[in-house]
């Protein structure tokens, strides 16, 4: 079903409160199991949506704005703490000026909308953390982000991560310069720098595990510079081919379950093999105690 036609169902009567008890029920089942504690998001599709559908550019942003908020109360509502999407890559700044301008504009008008009173932050106690190059940013966008930070900041349930501007290779650079500035302040010694510390100074400051499941829409099979070091243990890496103005609460609700069930059985297994391990330790201990101390006096069979 495309996108135009899903949008008319919703004024149907009563079409809306079954989609609701539906969706009720499918989050219900997944909170049996076990739930990711970060997904992540590159949010590609949005041009050729519009292209597709001879929209302006502009509407093909706003759409996917739109669909960022379906999938976010989605992941909320499921219980995913943390959430981080690729809202705007550094690489990005070589785009028209008057889309970068388009996007900025939109990101700053949704970010205001969901940290509004009674809106999806204060709903779910959501966090907003903009993780990226700030320096990049007009003085007018940032302060307005800001704001949504502060605005956010007392809620500790959820933490919706915005990648904005971001690249891996620039998140890398940050933590790698914070480390030499606090070792020349002698904060931290030669001995002080390892792996923990080289993550725990990226721009999430220790606020997010490793990405449990990223999702790029579109189809598109490459990771474009993004969160390269937080995907690369035991990280489910998804490329499906809808774009993403087109992504919904069924796309998001059938990536999660797909990871509940294999994560279940990697789980059952584990457990079985613990088990297995328990067992063969308790027949070595029995065997062990069955066994007498004293050896049986020697007997020979030359002896009449």
Request: hydrophobic share 35%; proline share 4%; with cysteine.
């Amino acid at each position: 079903m495309d996108s135009y036609a899903t949008n008319l169902l919703q004024y149907i009567p009563g079409v809306s409160i079954l989609e609701g008890a539906i969706q009720s029920v499918l989050i219900n089942i997944l909170k049996t199991g076990p739930i990711p504690n970060h997904l992540s998001f590159v949010m590609d599709g949005n041009r050729r949506f519009a292209k597709i559908n001879n929209l302006p550019l502009k509407e093909g942003h706003r759409q996917g704005a739109d669909a960022l908020a379906r999938v976010l109360d989605c992941c909320f509502r499921i219980g995913v703490k943390n959430v981080t999407t690729y809202a705007f890559s550094i690489e990005n700044f070589s785009r028209k000026p008057e889309e970068v301008d388009t996007i900025f504009s939109l990101l700053k008008v949704k970010l205001a909308m969901l940290a509004s009173e009674n809106q999806l932050c204060d709903l779910h106690s959501v966090r907003v953390k903009i993780i990226g190059n700030k320096s990049y940013l007009p003085e007018d966008i940032l302060s307005d982000i800001e704001m949504v930070e502060e605005r956010t900041k007392h809620h500790d349930k959820h933490v919706l991560f915005i990648a904005f501007p971001y690249t891996s290779r620039d998140d890398m650079w940050y933590a790698t310069d914070k480390i030499i500035e606090k070792f020349n302040n002698k904060e931290i010694t030669l001995d002080d720098i390892n792996q923990d510390l080289f993550q725990n100074n990226f721009y999430y400051n220790e606020l997010s595990e490793n990405v449990d499941i990223l999702v790029r829409t579109s189809g598109h099979t490459r990771l474009s510079d993004y969160m390269l070091w937080q995907c690369h243990q035991d990280s489910v890496i998804e490329f499906p081919n809808t774009l993403w103005p087109n992504y919904r609460f069924y796309n998001t609700w059938w990536t999660i379950f797909k990871w509940s069930y294999y994560k279940t059985l990697i789980i059952q297994d584990s457990e079985i093999m613990q088990l297995k391990k328990i067992s063969q330790k308790d027949v070595d201990e029995k065997y062990k105690r069955e066994i007498p101390k004293i050896h049986p006096p020697f007997a020979s069979v030359n002896k009449h």
